[in-house]
């Protein structure tokens, strides 16, 4: 009915052109347009927070994002954050505490932890579990993740 | 998803004139949050959505003329994070916090959070807003756990699903709507209404109207939030109680306001009834939670919720004397 948009975005750093249609999510945009399928759909309806990225400096769910809504957006997603081959220390963390199994849910909680550690270097656990309480873990179990956040909050506070 | 239109327009005025004047033809699309998964599953099927995300005029936060003025498209963490809703709407900041999702609060605004659709599960599933089948409803009789103990003769049985409309209401807020004919203000009380049939909507602005601006006097009325949730993450509360009052050596003007037991925000004169003209204390309090019960008729399955509102008024009077 209405084509498709050119949209212009900014991801991970480099600056990203894409078409979509309106009605294509960035979750979708991100995984079948933009070819970035670390970012992981798990419930597609806001609840889980498995498709969690970094929007312009804040967390959202990209499922419920409009890949149109994304014009002029700086966005990073678990591809970014890593730098040269070397693990951000929250991935650094979560291997080191075992702190996935599947594996679907761990790009969301890795950027939802990162927005929480860039706000508050020294987060109490209490603030951490509130913190993530969008983002389900449906077999770890939450104390892995917990311990792994504070973790890499002690570690990236000795760098 | 069904295929739509995109229209971003950059004024009030031409998002106006985008819409249509009847209910589900044009959706008005804010933070999303409710609307885009209302849209996946199929329960509007707009053929044009209506961004507002680049109207600056929606946007931030001012004081103006002893009121505090909210852009309806202002964020919820945003509204959360400002200085003077922190010192002086408590009871706004408490009702965002309870969200319990950064992620929701990021992107779903003051003006969305209002406009919500009910999270009845009669609604959510295709029975429409009243959960009729075959000419009846299926609410009586059915799984009404979450449903309304107030304002629930019929038909309608859902709850009212805003954070900050108790709130707002206690606090005596108002919205600016902006339509063909130009501007008029609702008060927040006034928002929300019953539908008497499954093509009305639950709000009394029109299809082609936007909610532009909030509008909070502020007079230093002591104000707090409670809500009893089942558990401290991403969900709506069972029962929550706003209340504002102004204090003295004896209280008076209380409000007290409920959500998520009727098909509105519920406005307990009872209850600010038995407050006024009291001192605060915890059988005053207590007093008062009762008197929020009065006339309850809860359905089959929501007796719980008679209780809560006991505990909720009176944990929201003693939170905002604190």
Redesign the interface.
């Known amino acids: 009915m209405s084509g498709k948009t050119h949209v212009q975005t900014t991801i991970n750093g480099e600056h990203t052109d894409f078409l979509c249609e309106p009605r294509q999510s960035l979750l979708e945009v991100l995984r079948d347009v933009v070819g970035l399928t670390g970012t992981k759909e798990g419930c597609n309806d806001g609840n889980c927070g498995a498709c969690t990225v970094i929007l312009d400096g804040r967390i959202v769910t990209a499922c419920l994002v409009l890949g149109v809504e994304a014009e002029g957006a700086e966005i990073t997603t678990i591809e970014g954050i890593a730098s040269g081959g070397i693990l951000h220390p929250i991935q650094q963390a979560f291997l080191e505490n075992a702190a996935l199994q599947c594996g679907v849910c761990t790009p969301g909680f890795i950027l939802a932890s990162k927005a929480l550690l860039d706000e508050n270097p020294n987060p109490t656990e209490h603030e951490i579990r509130f913190w993530l309480a969008n983002n389900l873990c449906r077999c770890t179990g939450y104390d892995k993740i917990v311990r792994a956040v504070l973790d890499a909050a002690a570690t990236m506070q000795e760098v | 998803?069904?295929?739509?239109?995109?229209a971003?327009p950059t004024s009030v005025k031409a998002a106006v004139d985008l819409l249509s004047d009847s209910w589900g033809n044009t959706e008005v699309?804010a933070g999303?949050?409710d609307l885009?998964?209302s849209?996946?599953?199929g329960l509007t099927e707009p053929?044009r959505?209506v961004?507002l995300?680049n109207i600056k005029k929606l946007q931030g936060i001012s004081k103006k003329k002893g009121t505090l003025q909210i852009g309806a498209a202002t964020t919820l963490?945003a509204l959360a994070a400002n200085g003077d809703v922190q010192q002086h709407f408590p009871a706004l900041v408490t009702a965002i916090e309870g969200i319990?999702?950064?992620?929701?609060i990021?992107?779903g605004t003051a003006g969305g959070d209002l406009f919500q659709r009910p999270r009845c599960w009669y609604f959510r599933q295709g029975y429409g807003l009243l959960g009729v089948y075959e000419g009846k409803s299926l609410i009586p009789e059915g799984d009404n756990r979450y449903h309304a103990i107030f304002g629930n003769a019929g038909p309608a049985y859902y709850v009212n699903p805003s954070s900050l409309a108790p709130a707002l209401i206690a606090l005596g807020a108002s919205v600016s709507v902006v339509g063909d004919g130009g501007e008029r203000e609702i008060k927040v009380a006034d928002l929300h209404t019953t539908p008497s049939n499954t093509g009305q909507r639950e709000f009394s602005i029109e299809p082609n109207e936007i909610a532009v601006a909030i509008t909070i006097p502020m007079n230093g009325l002591k104000n707090a939030t409670y809500e009893i949730r089942q558990r401290?993450?991403?969900d709506w509360p069972l029962v929550t109680a706003s209340v504002a009052f102004k204090a003295g050596s004896i209280v008076s003007g209380t409000n007290v306001v409920l959500g998520h037991v009727a098909p509105v925000p519920w406005r307990s004169s009872a209850a600010s009834a038995a407050l006024n003209g009291k001192f605060v204390n915890a059988a005053a309090a207590a007093a008062a939670g009762e008197a929020a019960t009065r006339g309850a008729a809860p359905l089959s399955k929501n007796g719980y919720k008679v209780q809560q509102v006991k505990v909720a008024v009176k944990r929201a009077i003693l939170a905002a004397n604190a």
């Open positions: 998803m069904k295929d739509f239109e995109y971003n699309l999303g949050t885009i998964t849209m996946k599953q053929t959505l961004s995300k963490s319990g999702s950064a992620q929701m990021n992107v401290r993450g991403l």
